[in-house]
T-cell receptor, first 111, second 115 residues
Framework: RKEVEQDPGPFNVPEGATVAFNCTYS??????FFWYRQDCRKEPKLLMS???SGNEDGRFTAQLNRASQYISLLIRDSKLSDSATYLC????????????FGAGTRLFVKA | EAQVTQNPRYLITVTGKKLTVTCSQN?????MSWYRQDPGLGLRQIYY???????DKGDVPEGYKVSRKEKRNFPLILESPSPNQTSLYFC??????????????FGEGSRLTVL
């Protein structure tokens, strides 16, 4: 079982739709949590950090449930430019200072 | 401009021919790391470095070496490349001043093909 698991998708949604991605992590020592965005064949870039209290950045809302070891990302009013792969990322410092990436969820937003 | 620079961006080589992928960052970051990305597997950590002269293995270190003689540079060395090292490689860095919570900044990637 992978340490960080995501549904690979693809998610195909029309413009304006709301879409939600989920991610689970297995190591309870994980300390910090992120969503990164990766466009095809490009480098990943930070979308947002994820906090237990939940956090919002414009159309994007991220949530962390430490008890269930579950992270979510909600995208409202999807735009064509949101088409990308979304990576769930976890930092921990047990067994070394590691950054663990999920394999990513592919999103296609269509006109 | 704050950036992580990798070279070469693209390389085709043959089995057994030693190669080095360079990585340099200009943000004075303590932490640097190498990842490989393969379809369906996501990014996997090869090696990382907490600071100068401090390196440690990630999840897939076999067949790779690294060094951290200067804070800004973190080269990845393939002493004897094999076809299973064909992959997309990313170098990344971040500050450690915020503990383990900082954003990772990535280079643009190096696509390596080993024939």
């Amino acid at each position: 079982r992978k340490e960080v698991e995501q549904d690979p998708g693809p998610f195909n949604v029309p413009e304006g739709a709301t879409v939600a991605f989920n991610c689970t992590y297995s190591n309870s020592a994980s300390q910090s949590f992120f969503w990164y965005r990766q466009d095809c064949r490009k480098e990943p870039k930070l979308l947002m950090s994820v906090y237990s209290s939940g956090n919002e950045d414009g159309r994007f809302t991220a949530q962390l449930n430490r008890a269930s070891q579950y992270i979510s990302l909600l995208i409202r009013d999807s735009k064509l430019s949101d088409s990308a792969t979304y990576l769930c990322v976890v930092n921990r410092n047990t067994g070394g200072f590691k950054t663990i990436f999920g394999a990513g969820t592919r999103l296609f937003v269509k006109a | 401009e704050a950036q992580v620079t990798q070279n070469p961006r693209y390389l085709i080589t043959v089995t057994g021919k030693k190669l080095t992928v360079t990585c340099s960052q200009n943000m004075n970051h303590e932490y640097m790391s190498w990842y490989r990305q393969d379809p369906g597997l996501g990014l996997r950590q090869i090696y990382y470095s907490m600071n100068v002269e401090v390196t440690d293995k990630g999840d897939v270190p076999e067949g790779y070496k690294v060094s951290r003689k200067e804070k800004r540079n973190f080269p990845l060395i393939l002493e004897s490349p094999s076809p299973n090292q064909t992959s997309l490689y990313f170098c990344a860095s971040r500050t450690y001043r915020d503990g383990n919570t900082g954003e990772l900044f990535f280079g643009e990637g190096s696509r390596l093909t080993v024939l």
